[in-house]
């Protein structure tokens, strides 16, 4: 026995219990373990051999090896392949466990401690088993294995244990096995514990057949083994703590589930396969989580749950006019459509979508109108989407899947026919190798197709007829034309400063004055503050600027408060209203005050009439995603030089259609330029310049890092190279928009209203606009029509004569041909 014993370093182990055939990689803290492992690791070669010795978790006494500290006689023999030395007193150290040992002595050496051991495992199964009761159990543990390791997804551990079956000593396999079943602490001692290999074996055996009972396969091993054929299967399930649940409830609980949402017979069909799939694979499958959480979207999916709808256009319209001002048209194609909806009572209809320009009141209308039907609502970003998965959802066979945007807001709002915002359209992705979004929307959008919707993950039809859809837009121009055409679009254009001057104090000041914790007795913001706001804070169609300008005005008033108040309360003194300390309020924000909160102004209109009343340059008027805005042309001619291959040059960060109506206007310029009269009474400001033949032009668009284009310029550079080769000032209250063909007519542009109100706050007093658009002012606000003029031409003669008043005309132009009689 003498000659058995062996010397080996130990280390003491207090969060587990690591039985032999067990390898892991665990943190070693205290310093007497971190020393004891850098001598024995650094002194001697790889695969160095250490003692795990298990101790109880003493407070203080982490690096104690002593017997009364063990909880157990018996170590397990471990041979250290890595180990990595990290922060002090800790260590990193990748082991496999190989055999027991019984500790004889403890003994505390320099430089570490040392037991004097005695091996175990391998004397136990040489010198007291019975080879052939030890064989009988072996081969029920190892057909037993075999079942069990069908329910679980394979590792390099579990291959290890498959392929050891008949190489591996019977010790060290039982002890590989206990592994497939998680253990809690009492078992992992109980086994350490148990020296003898048969013994250990029916424990094992035992443990694998609590936890994985009633399997198919176990259930066919209990019976060749048992010839137990009356017996139930049970399906168990491991939870991380080691505690078998019944697996039977909760699939109980799925199949109540999909019985209960109603699904129609294609779907249950579906449904009833999946579930009995479910049920004969094992939890460990990697098939069983994907086909779960199938199953629990087909139960959570409003197959037969809608909402009933109840339209009131009084209550409609009412809700409409306290939530949005101004909007007009929006409101009454709205109340039409709410109408035709409540006497028709069909699902059926036309595809609403609102272009307009950001915070003009989109989403918050497409909000009121599901509030109105008394319907839920939803809102799908499909900014920036370039993936048809997006829409109709991935394939189950892929890792990761997920079904499509449109199933997900049903799954939300939890009924069939609620009302889902297709927000920013015209923001989808172009379509490459991942499949075209807007053209996964057709579908969507089609009431002839709709009715049987079909997501790749769901793979089952699903009636969307019931859904309204209404889709929202910055710019139509972006929408793709296939998706364009099944929608019934209703322009938004911005507010006017009157407009926006009545929603800043009746919606928004008293909203963020609540938003920042005041009331209205502490603020107050005279309309000469609001007027400023808009005009040198705020350049928008819409009013989410103006909200943040009054928003930082409120919060600077609530840091007064809260900084003179501490924890005080206001007070109120006679006569003089609400007092605290040295404030007296309401705290009144005047033009002062604002500039001190908000800073210089954004915006000086003082900058752009100091660039009018020269020749040579002319207001033009644009609209973009962002609503409208006027901007200039400029013009400047020197000699042509004998070498330059172009007499005109572009500036300004121009689209190709804008560079196309310059070089039209150019050339009409030349063309027409002998024709211009002047009448007597208006002379030029100074000589004329060298001929348009003669001569290189360079014109410039400002604002150069903001992308331009459209034809809508056509009729404004034209007006500005006349005026700089008749050196002739425009007259300076006037804008214009329109575009000019090569035999100069006027045709008519898109965004009339938005060019108009920002002509109207920019001061200008007259404006040209093309005849055929004379049917755009009846969007036009009062207040605008009343302070403005508006002059509505058909040729490029009546825009001079209105451009440089009445002093510039065109000879005999415009003469129609004789005809030819028969």
């Known amino acids: 026995m003498a000659n058995d014993k062996l010397k080996l370093p130990v280390v003491g182990i207090r969060s587990d219990i690591y039985l032999p055939g067990r390898s892991a990689t665990i943190n070693i803290s205290g310093d007497g373990n971190v020393h004891m492992l850098k001598k024995v690791l650094l002194d001697k070669k790889p695969n160095s051999k250490v003692g795990f010795v298990f101790i109880k978790n003493v407070e203080g006494k982490e690096d104690v090896l002593e017997p009364s500290n063990l909880i157990s006689d018996i170590g397990t023999e471990a041979l250290v392949s890595r180990a990595t030395f990290g922060p002090p007193s800790m260590v990193t150290i990748t082991f496999m466990c190989q055999s027991r040992f019984r500790i004889e002595k403890l003994v505390m050496e320099e430089p570490y401690p040392v037991a004097i051991v005695s091996p175990i495992d391998k004397k136990i199964e040489n010198d007291y088993e019975d080879v052939n009761e030890l064989a009988e159990v072996q081969n029920e543990l190892e057909s037993l294995v075999l079942d069990v390791l069908h329910l679980i997804t394979h590792s390099a551990h579990l291959l290890a244990i498959k392929n050891g079956m008949k190489r591996l000593a019977p010790s060290f396999f039982t002890d590989m096995c206990a592994s497939l079943v998680p253990l809690s602490h009492a078992e992992k001692l109980d086994l350490l514990e148990t020296l003898g290999t048969r013994a250990r074996m029916r424990k094992v055996i035992a443990l694998l057949k609590s936890n994985y009972e009633g399997h198919a396969c176990v259930q066919h091993s209990q019976r060749s083994i048992q010839g137990n054929n009356n017996h139930q299967p049970k399906l168990m399930r491991i939870t991380n703590r080691g505690n078998p649940m019944d697996d039977d409830s909760d699939i109980g609980d799925l199949s109540n589930r999909l019985k209960k949402a109603k699904l129609p017979p294609h779907a249950e069909e579906v449904a009833s396969k999946e579930l009995k799939r479910l049920m004969n694979i094992g939890r460990y499958s990697s098939d069983y989580g994907v086909i779960r959480s199938y199953l629990e979207l087909l139960a959570e999916l409003p197959w037969d749950n809608s909402t009933e709808e109840s339209i009131n256009i009084k209550k409609a319209r009412i809700a409409l006019d306290s939530k949005h001002y101004g909007l007009k048209t929006l409101k009454k194609r709205v109340l039409e459509f709410l109408a035709v909806r409540q006497l028709k009572n069909d699902s059926s209809g036309p595809i609403l979508c609102f272009v307009g320009p950001p915070g003009v009141g989109k989403t918050s209308i497409a909000r009121s109108i599901a509030q109105a039907m008394g319907r839920k609502f939803h809102q799908i970003a499909l900014g920036g989407v370039c993936n048809q998965s997006d829409i109709r959802g991935h394939r189950k066979t892929y890792v990761g899947a997920m079904p499509g945007r449109i199933i997900q807001a049903l799954k939300t709002t939890g009924v069939n026919n609620p009302v889902i915002l297709l927000d920013e359209v015209d923001k989808m992705g172009i379509g490459t190798h991942s499949g075209d979004p807007a053209a996964a929307l057709l579908e969507v959008l089609d009431p002839e197709q709709n009715t049987n919707f079909v997501d790749h993950y769901v793979n089952i039809p699903f009636d969307l007829s019931k859904v309204l859809f209404i889709a929202s837009s910055n710019s139509h121009q972006k929408i793709p034309f296939a998706l364009y055409d099944r929608l019934e679009v209703i322009n938004i254009s911005g507010y006017s400063t009157e407009e ?323």
């Open 500 to 822: 926006k001057l009545s929603i800043a104090e009746n919606h928004l000041l008293p909203k963020v004055i609540y938003d920042n914790g005041l009331n209205e007795g502490l603020v107050n913001v005279p309309r000469d503050s609001l007027k400023m706001i808009i005009s040198s804070y705020t350049q928008e169609a819409g009013v989410r600027s103006l909200e943040k300008k009054l928003s930082a005005l409120c919060r600077s008033v609530a840091f007064k408060v809260a900084e003179q108040a501490g924890s005080s309360a206001l007070e109120t003194a006679p006569g003089s209203g609400i007092c605290l300390n040295s404030l007296t309020f309401p705290i009144n924000m005047d033009r002062e005050a604002v500039e001190k909160v908000l800073g210089p102004p954004l915006f000086n209109d003082n900058v752009l009439w100091d660039r009018l009343g020269v020749p040579g340059v002319a207001a033009g008027l644009v609209v973009s995603v962002s609503g409208g805005s006027v901007n200039l042309v400029e013009c400047f001619a020197f000699p042509k030089r004998k070498d330059a291959d172009c007499s005109l040059q572009l500036t300004g960060k121009l689209g190709q259609v804008m560079k196309e109506s310059a070089e039209l206007a150019w050339k009409w310029v030349r063309m027409n330029y002998n024709k211009f009269t002047l009448y007597e009474a208006m002379s030029p400001a100074g000589p004329l310049l060298p001929t348009p033949f003669d001569s290189e032009v360079h014109i410039h668009f400002p604002a150069g890092g903001i992308a331009k284009d459209g034809p809508s310029g056509g009729i404004t550079i034209a007006v500005a190279l006349v005026s700089l080769f008749l050196n002739m000032p425009v007259a300076s209250n006037l804008t214009m928009t329109g575009e000019l063909t090569l035999k100069g007519f006027v045709l008519p542009v898109g965004g009339i209203k938005q060019k108009i109100l920002a002509a109207y706050e920019q001061g200008f007093k007259t404006v040209i606009l093309p005849k055929f658009n004379k049917k755009d002012m009846t969007a036009i606000p009062t207040e605008v029509k009343e302070a403005m003029d508006f002059v509505f031409v058909e040729t490029m003669d009546d825009v001079l004569h209105s451009a440089f008043n009445g002093a510039v005309t065109l000879t005999n132009i415009y003469e129609h041909p004789l005809t030819s009689k028969l």
